[in-house]
C-alpha cells in the first residue's frame, strides 16, 4: 500500500514489530520467539522477501531432529535411519502396524491422532508424533483436529517418506514438510518486520508501537472507523479500508 503511494496507518499492540515471528534481544542475543523458515513457490512472494532483505536473506539446509530414547532421529523422518536407530524388533512392529491401519483405518478422521496414525502406523505415531505435537502445542493431540495436521503436514505419510528418501530428496518442494533448504534473514526472522517497519515509514505511512485497537466502528456494514488506544489516551481515526491480523477472538469482541 505505501508503494503505491497509499500511506497506510499500522497500529501494532506490542512494543516491537513481528509478532509470534519476531526476535528478541536480551544480553547482546537474538532470539527467535518461535521457528520461522520462510519458505515459498509464489513468485511475487520470493521477490519481496528479496526486495526487503537482499544478501540479508539467506538460504540454508534444514536441520531438525528429534531426542527420542538417547538418541536423534531426523524430522521428517527418514525411514532408514529411524529403523536403525529403533532396531530390528521396534521396525517389524511399526511395520506391522502401519499395515494393520490399512486393513482397519480409522473412520472418520477426527483428530491429529487419527490423522496421523492412518497414515504412520498408531505405533510410529505413538513414539514420535505424538510426544512431538502435544510438546509444541501443550494440547493433546486427540483434541486437536485433523484438518490441522492435513494442512501441517500435508500430503506425508510413511510411504511418501520412503519415496523421497529413495529418490534423495525433494528438491522441487512439492511437500512443504520435506523441504531441505530454506531461507532465514541473517539476524532472525524479526529481521524482516523491522525492515517492512522502516518502509511503511520510507513511503509516507504511520506506524505506532504499544497501540491496543478497542474498537471498530462500523455503520451499513462498512467499518467507517478504528479507536484504538495509545500512551493512556483513546484515540478514533476514520479508515475507508481495514487489514486485521489480530486474532479472530479478539477481533469479534
Known amino acids: 500500500m505505501a508503494r503505491r503511494r497509499r500511506a497506510p496507518l499500522v497500529l501494532e499492540k506490542d512494543s516491537q514489530v513481528g509478532g509470534i515471528a519476531r526476535t528478541v534481544e536480551y544480553k547482546g542475543f537474538r532470539f527467535d520467539i518461535g521457528g520461522h523458515r520462510f519458505f515459498t513457490k509464489v513468485g511475487a512472494v520470493q521477490k519481496l522477501w528479496r526486495d526487503m532483505l537482499g544478501s540479508d536473506m539467506l538460504r540454508r539446509p534444514r536441520l531438525s531432529r528429534i531426542f527420542y530414547n538417547g538418541r536423534f532421529f531426523d524430522y521428517p523422518l527418514k525411514p532408514l535411519s529411524a529403523f536403525k536407530g529403533l532396531g530390528l524388533v521396534n521396525s517389524v512392529r511399526i511395520l506391522l502396524s502401519y499395515l494393520w491401519i490399512?486393513?482397519?483405518?480409522?473412520?472418520?478422521?477426527?483428530s491429529v491422532e487419527d490423522w496421523v496414525s492412518n497414515r504412520f502406523g498408531r505405533r510410529l505415531y505413538n513414539?514420535?508424533?505424538?510426544?512431538?505435537?502435544?510438546?509444541?502445542?501443550?494440547?493433546?493431540?486427540?483434541?486437536?483436529?485433523?484438518?490441522?495436521?492435513?494442512?501441517?503436514?500435508?500430503?506425508?505419510?510413511?510411504?511418501?517418506?520412503?519415496?523421497?528418501?529413495?529418490?534423495?530428496?525433494?528438491?522441487?518442494?512439492?511437500?512443504?514438510t520435506l523441504i531441505e533448504e530454506f531461507e532465514y534473514p541473517r539476524l532472525g526472522p524479526g529481521m524482516m518486520w523491522d525492515a517492512f517497519h522502516r518502509a511503511v515509514l520510507e513511503h509516507g505511512g504511520h506506524l505506532h508501537l504499544n497501540a491496543d485497537v478497542?474498537?471498530?466502528?462500523?455503520?451499513?456494514?462498512?467499518?467507517d472507523s478504528v479507536d484504538y488506544r495509545l500512551d493512556?489516551?483513546?484515540?478514533?481515526?476514520?479508515?475507508?479500508?481495514?487489514?486485521?491480523?489480530?486474532?479472530?477472538?479478539?477481533?469479534?469482541?
Open 232 to 253: 493512556g489516551q483513546t484515540v478514533s481515526v476514520p479508515v475507508a479500508t481495514v487489514l486485521s491480523t489480530m486474532p479472530l477472538r479478539e477481533l469479534v469482541q
Open 214 to 223: 478497542v474498537c471498530l466502528r462500523h455503520h451499513e456494514g462498512v467499518i
Open 127 to 176: 513414539i514420535f508424533f505424538k510426544t512431538y505435537t502435544e510438546k509444541v502445542w501443550g494440547i493433546p493431540c486427540n483434541r486437536i483436529g485433523a484438518q490441522w495436521a492435513a494442512q501441517r503436514i500435508k500430503g506425508l505419510s510413511l510411504v511418501t517418506a520412503v519415496w523421497n528418501m529413495i529418490r534423495g530428496g525433494s528438491g522441487d518442494g512439492e511437500i512443504k
Open 102 to 110: 490399512h486393513v482397519r483405518p480409522i473412520r472418520p478422521e477426527v
